[in-house]
């Protein structure tokens, strides 16, 4: 019998479908999801879109069209003493998150969409205010996105911090991606670094740069939804809502220009191009960027070993899919992608608590702590 | 002379302020479009058909074309529970994205007037004002 020679067409059908899926690697895969399930927290929360935890029993969530919770074991009561929230297409209250030294101070940080001032429309806003049992005193406006807009899109916002007495956070390019994210001296599309008491490093970046805003840390970002801490190297991880098929993972440095709308892999939500370019010298590639974007929202590092294989493994929420996303990573490269809790609803958030759970933020329930089956 | 001018005047007035409650119907599907792109087609998409399970279609949705009231006070107030769209069941929030009046008859126009949507109802600022929760 003559031997027929296949590989011309097995590399022809190889080429086809990595042509036709067009991910980027590594494929995600969907392990058995039998091993994992979910314990409900609280629940009836529409948009869980920022948590921080108080102590193993208690947390503080955001609801974002302006409503702040105290959770007790699993008992959820408004916050009273919140500013104004505007609340408009993405934005509205976004994260909380606790001074570092809480405990003793009682203060906490918010990140809200407001209107308060000027033009019509709002920006994103940093507040610090002191938590009193469910009320919230000394409230501080600390920074301000500039000018107000009536765009919907995209207002951030993450709040992390380092151990050198900084918060950072995020405003995105605030639907103004032509004028904002590349020019220092216009907010949107920027990370910003503040003291904690709201004042302005003075080691900033641009703080000596005329014609530049001095709280700028990093810019050409699109719309940062997720920011974490690395846990070992302390750098600050962030992820961001690119156009279709150009979410980002980027780990934020001093001064540097992550290249928003100049450089990126994704294209308009009709399909049209934004830019040929991918790369460019003075722009910084992402650590990792989706294709297809999957919308993360969340991010946190499991630290733990509640988990056991998964100790220094990323997070990320997807709101587009409704899973989990479990990223592995080796040699700074991103190694492996997993689907955690597939089908769970529109993950807004997700963080590690102080027992080393992972702790989400889904969409129309509430938060759900990841618990062995 | 001074009847004529008066009269004129009181035209000008009376079609000045129907014109600005009554927005032609083309300009208003054209403000529409603008909303619609800045605040919908995240989820929604360009060509109107959604994510399926995930976020409803609006392209020949029967949810939307049988359902204008309810549809608008969805944009108004936000919506969550299940509801079935063409066969499909969606269980998701959507929160009312801080539209005014204005801008939610417009983007009804434009959603009702597109991708072979057709309604001979226009909607109006009134009509969106007149509609609780």
């Known amino acids: 019998m003559k031997k027929k020679n296949f590989a011309p067409l097995l590399i022809s059908i190889l080429c086809l479908t990595s042509c036709i899926s067009q991910e980027n690697p590594p494929e995600i895969k969907t392990p058995d ?97 002191k938590l ?70 003075e080691d900033n970046p641009f703080a000596m740069q005329k014609e530049a805003l001095k709280a700028v840390y990093s810019y050409g970002h699109r719309n940062p939804q997720g920011m974490t801490i690395h846990p070992k190297t302390g750098e600050i991880w962030e992820n961001e809502h690119g156009p279709k098929g150009g979410d980002e993972i980027n780990i934020v440095q001093k001064g540097k220009n992550y290249g928003w709308p100049v450089i990126t892999y994704g294209i308009n939500y009709s399909g049209t191009s934004i830019t040929d370019k991918k790369s460019m010298p003075g722009m910084e590639q992402p650590f990792y960027y989706w294709v297809p974007s999957i919308a993360p929202s969340g991010m946190a590092f499991s630290n733990s070993n509640v988990y056991k294989k998964w100790k220094g493994d990323l997070f990320v929420g997807s709101l587009k899919f409704k899973y989990l996303e479990r990223l592995v990573i080796k040699r700074g490269k991103v190694v492996k992608r997993e689907k955690i809790l597939n089908d769970i609803g529109r993950v807004r958030n997700v963080k590690e608590g102080p027992d080393g759970y992972l702790y989400l933020g889904v969409e129309g329930k509430g938060i759900l702590k990841l618990v062995h089956q | 002379m001074k009847l004529f001018v008066g009269i004129i005047g009181l035209f000008i007035i009376y079609e000045g302020t129907w014109l600005y409650q009554k927005k032609p119907l083309e300009q208003s599907i054209a403000d529409g479009k603008e909303i619609y792109n800045d605040f919908c087609v995240q989820c929604h998409l360009d060509n109107g058909e959604g994510v399926s399970g995930v976020f409803p279609p609006l392209a020949k949705s029967d949810y939307l074309l049988n359902n204008i009231e309810m ?63």
């Open chain 2, 71 to 133: 549809s608008i006070r969805a944009l108004k107030y936000g919506l969550s529970g299940t509801i079935v769209v063409n066969g499909e069941e969606y269980d998701g929030v959507m929160q009312n994205q801080g539209l005014d009046n204005l801008e939610i008859a417009d983007v009804m126009n434009f959603i009702l007037n597109n991708w072979g949507n057709e309604s001979k109802e226009i909607i109006t600022e009134n009509q969106v004002a007149n509609i609780n929760e």
């Open chain 1, 132 to 201: 009193n049992e469910n009320s919230l005193s000394n409230l501080k406006l600390l920074y301000k996105g500039q000018p107000n807009t009536k765009k919907g899109q995209h207002w951030g916002s993450r709040i992390v911090f380092d151990d050198k007495g900084h918060l950072y956070f995020g405003i995105g390019d605030r639907g103004n991606r032509d004028v904002n994210p590349q020019n220092l001296n216009r907010d949107g599309g920027k990370i910003y670094r503040l003291n904690l008491d709201g004042s302005i490093p």
């Open chain 1, 33 to 129: 999801q039998s091993k994992y399930t979910t314990e409900t927290i609280v629940d009836g929360i529409e948009i869980p879109w920022g948590m921080d935890f108080i102590n193993e029993n208690e947390l503080l969530v955001t609801e974002k069209k302006g409503i702040l919770y105290r959770v007790s074991n699993g008992k959820k009561t408004e916050v009273s003493g919140l500013p104004e929230v505007y609340q408009r297409g993405q934005g509205g209250l976004m994260d909380v998150a606790l001074h570092p030294d809480f405990n003793r101070n009682k203060t906490i940080y918010l990140t809200i969409g407001v209107h308060h001032e000027g033009e019509k429309g709002g920006n994103t806003a940093l507040y610090c205010a």
